[in-house]
């Protein structure tokens, strides 16, 4: 019986004849494997010259506002132009000579060649560029396989839908004729895709781009079917299968789309077999159930059915439909039990149960589609009979297949039906780099480089196609060449609407990442999407988040300002990059040299490279991103550059040209380090910012890139820190904030300064005096106000018996002694806690009014009473704390 169901939109596929590349059975070559093909749909990039090695107008000063329209379009064109894309593009750090590191490699899932780009998408460049980006940068040649699928089913239905408004069918013009014009359509509709996904900064090797239907792509599907074939792991047969009625196709039971509709009770008629005048009815919500009848049941005491006891009726015949299977429980088993033996990861972990009970009871698989557009199935039925044909790699190869069966002058006809798209992209990731035409070309050919192992290989998708595509990848993988085809399995989430709903044109809440990326730039929607998430987990697409991520790049444009039109305005020259610029991790000898802030920003620097680097490599991307904000943000911004003022600023204390130097240095280096470490996340903002930074020269002909720099750490690398410098700092972070907060809680004046007594540890006295130019600034402190003397000294003593200090506790067993009088105008105050007593006086008045009116408080519900009677209390609080306050006044 042939089942009617809805079918989802992604799809299946077909081929046409002239595209097979054939290999004949025995004595026939196999075309290259060209990594360029004529076919490919986008720019073939050239040769970098010396004048393009260098990002255009990198001289050129910083723009006075963050604009990212203005240069990520252009950023992007000269990292393609440059081949940087390219597995080899990066010279092999130094250190790896001897060992190169083991290729890293990302299979692009393939968006339809024909579709347009959407926040699914968006997610999945966003987080499988982080990776690329960020193994390059560790020196592992990285190898992104991008391409599309020829989305067998949704073409056709395009094409289709375009011939019944021409009043036409797909059956009155043929199939070489509507196969020309699928291909039309193809190409007219066709590339948009790959475009879009460059806007958002994906740095893929487009000189390896593939389409499902290019002619080494064709090839590698016939083989892999002949090859399954001969295993004898596929097989024609009749089964009960779904079905799209409007393409008049077969689907398999995964691409069934259910849904919950209202039901109809369906009546049937059971004519007796010996009296076609009589029936017995029988209704049911379930008609496709009536197809396994085998008896109609009636109760014994029914009157109306007793004289039917007995007989027999008419039962409707199920029907079945012809289709070409995969027998898969032995190659599930093999993906099965690569999960369980930990050959495969797959991350997070719970999707593992979710693997085990899909191929635990996994059923054969349906491949053959009744549709015109994919790649047709290599089988030739002789002299026209169904049960007589071959599986060949090509028309000639099936007729010396026949004439060795014995049918040398046959007629030969190919099956009409083509394969499930499916099949053709579980083949992408070894397809993708030469197979199977590069099985025997050596060490050095893209095959035996970016597939066989020990290569490392992560299959990042959403976690809603685990089946459609990751299984059966893994199957063909291991069942054709006896490999897995990645070790790792990242799932993402869905992106959803900002308060989780699902984003739908008819509820109008669909965010478009082109228009976003128009609005805001690719950096803040690339950013907005990995952090703050887990994988696995359904992400909500809060604009807002998307505006904050905005000005965090504005943030970056600031810092890099101050570091270059400031700090280093007066220092450009010939010793310019040779003086400031980053060569590599800082040396121990160089680091024992520094002050405590300038130890602590460099430790808090270097542990956020080794976090970050070890979440990337554990896939806690989200969470190594968040982390690099807050260094950037606060550390870095908020702390480090703001004390560096007080190191080269004349008028803030800056009266030592070494220590200006050293701290110019230290905020190159850092902004430097912590620029690399965001480059995967916001590559565009870091490409521009770093340019504008003092910079060692890269290597002769090597395009002088972020993107190409070393990571910060590489492996095997010790970066230098010290616990007792973040101590320390930590003390003066706390006397800074508790100064801070009293200002708040006075009501001092912003442009006020105040003096201070500071009592430290004696181990502490030293590092805390050194830096009261820091406090002056960051506290908003009186100059030559502040005193910093050790526990138990003179100082601290009468500052402690000074009835007219503030006392404020910090950590470390820091105190400051804070003259009242320093910090408030007694006569402003008083004028203005007066007029606050008489509006708390009214306030309470006319609140105890109305609570001693019987018409309130008797017929008032008891909860609004209650309510007036704590805004009473609160109102009588605040009045006695002001009253204290006139007091002390």
């Known amino acids: 019986m042939v089942l009617a169901v809805l079918m989802k939109g992604s799809a299946g596929l077909v081929g046409r004849n002239s595209l097979i590349n054939a290999r004949k059975r025995v004595g026939f070559v196999r075309s290259s494997f060209a990594r360029s093909s004529s076919l490919l749909s986008s720019t073939s990039a050239t040769s970098p010259t010396t004048s393009s090695l260098k990002l255009p107008n990198s001289e050129q000063p910083l723009e006075n506002s963050y604009d990212p329209s203005t240069f990520e379009g252009s950023i992007y064109s000269w990292w393609e132009s440059n081949n940087m894309f390219d597995p080899d593009a990066k010279p092999t750090p130094a250190a790896f000579s001897s060992s190169p590191l083991k290729p890293y490699v990302i299979p692009m899932p393939p968006p339809n060649v024909t579709g347009r780009l959407h926040m699914g998408h968006a997610i999945f460049v966003a987080l499988q560029d982080v990776l690329a980006r960020f193994h390059r940068m560790r020196g592992r040649p990285t190898l992104w396989t991008p391409g599309t699928d020829h989305a067998g089913i949704a073409t056709q239905l395009q094409v289709e839908k375009r011939l019944i408004e021409e009043g036409k069918t797909r059956e009155e013009v043929g199939r070489e004729e509507f196969l020309k014009l699928a291909w039309e359509y193809k190409e007219e509709q066709g590339g948009a895709i790959t475009k879009q996904l460059r806007s958002l900064g994906a740095s893929a090797d487009w ?8 002619p080494q792509m064709t090839e590698g599907v016939i083989e892999a079917f002949v090859r399954l074939h001969e295993k004898g792991l596929v097989y024609r047969g009749e089964y009960m299968v779904n079905w799209a009625p409007q393409l ?34 029988v209704a049911t919500t379930r008609p496709e159930t009536i197809w396994g009848d085998t008896a109609v049941c009636v109760h014994p005491e029914d009157d109306r059915f007793k004289h039917l006891v007995g007989k027999r009726v008419k039962v409707i015949e199920p029907m079945v439909s012809s289709q070409w299977f995969v027998k898969t429980k032995g190659m599930g088993e093999k993906a099965l039990n690569a999960v369980k033996n930990k050959d495969i990861q797959i991350i997070p972990s719970r999707f593992e149960k979710v693997w085990y009970n899909w191929l635990e009871d996994i059923h054969d698989w349906c491949i053959s589609r009744q549709l015109w557009w994919g790649h047709r199935i290599p089988v030739y039925y002789i002299d026209g009979a169904e049960d007589n044909f071959v599986v060949a790699r090509s028309m000639e190869e099936a007729k010396v297949m026949a004439a060795e069966k014995g049918f040398p002058d046959a007629s030969l006809e190919q099956e009409n039906d083509v394969l499930d798209t499916w099949f053709s992209s579980g083949l992408w990731p070894f397809a993708t780099v030469g197979w199977p035409q590069q099985e025997n070309a050596g060490e050095q050919s893209d095959l035996a480089r970016f597939y066989s192992q020990p290569t490392d290989a992560c299959l990042e998708t959403g976690y809603d196609i685990l089946f459609f595509w990751v299984a059966r990848m893994v199957m063909m993988g291991m069942e054709l060449t006896d490999k897995i085809p990645f070790n790792v399995v990242y799932m993402h989430g869905l992106v959803r609407a900002a308060d989780n709903t699902k984003m739908s044109k008819t509820k109008g809440n669909v965010v478009d990442p082109l228009e976003t990326v128009d609005k805001y730039g690719a950096d803040s929607l690339r950013y907005s999407l990995v952090t703050g998430v887990t994988p696995g987990q359904d992400i909500p697409l809060n604009m807002d988040k998307i505006e904050a991520n905005r000005m965090f790049g504005n943030k970056l444009w600031n810092i890099a300002k101050f570091v270059v039109d400031n700090a280093l305005k007066e220092d450009k020259g010939e010793a310019y990059d040779s003086t400031y610029g980053v060569t590599g991790p800082m040396s121990a000898e160089e680091f024992s040299k520094l002050a405590v802030p300038e130890k602590w920003i460099v ?31 606060d550390d870095l911004a908020d702390w480090y550059l703001e004390m560096s003022k007080t190191r080269f600023y004349p008028g803030l204390g800056g009266n030592d040209p070494e220590v200006a130097m050293a701290s110019k240095k230290i905020l190159v280096y850092c902004f430097d380090r912590a620029l690399r470490v965001l480059h995967p996340y916001m590559p565009f903002v870091t490409e521009t910012l770093w340019h504008k930074l003092p910079r060692a020269p890269p290597p002769e002909s090597v395009p002088h890139s972020i993107s190409l720099a070393d990571w910060p750490m590489l492996e095997g690398e010790e970066l230098v820190k010290e616990e007792e410098a973040l101590k320390q700092f930590e003390v003066f972070q706390s006397l800074v ?24 540890r004696d181990d502490m006295v030293k590092v805390v005096a050194d830096e ?3 406090i002056v600034l960051l506290a908003r402190m009186e100059k030559g106000g502040v005193v910093v003397c050790g526990v138990g000294s003179e100082e601290a003593l009468a500052a402690a018996g000074e009835e007219g200090n503030v006392q404020l506790v910090a950590e470390g067993g820091t105190e400051i002694y804070i003259p009242k009088a320093g910090m408030v105008d007694a006569e402003k105050e008083k004028a203005r806690l007066t007029k606050q007593q008489e509006k708390l006086g009214k306030e309470i ?16 519900p008891e909860a609004v009473v209650e309510k007036a009677r704590q805004e009473l209390a609160d109102l009588v609080a605040q009045a006695e704390k002001v009253k204290e306050s006139l007091m002390t006044l």
């Open 737 to 760: 904030r508790s100064i801070r907060n009293a200002r708040a809680e006075f009501n001092v004046e912003q442009g006020k300064k105040i003096p201070a007594v500071i009592v430290v």
């Open 248 to 281: 008049k196709t077969a689907v398999s039971d995964l691409e069934v789309d259910y849904s919950e509709e209202m039901g109809k009770l369906y009546y049937f008629k059971y004519v007796l077999e010996d009296n076609s005048d009589e029936f017995l009815p």
């Open 772 to 774: 009261v130019a820091s």
């Open 603 to 633: 430790t808090k620097c270097h542990k956020l490279i080794e976090s970050c680097t070890s979440d990337i490599e554990n896939y806690q991307l989200g969470q190594a991103g968040s982390k690099v904000y807050e260094f950037l943000r």
């Open 845 to 860: 008045v006319k609140l105890s009014g109305r609570l001693d009116s019987p018409g309130f408080a008797g017929k008032a």
């Open 207 to 214: 000189s390896r781009e593939r389409f499902t239907m290019d």
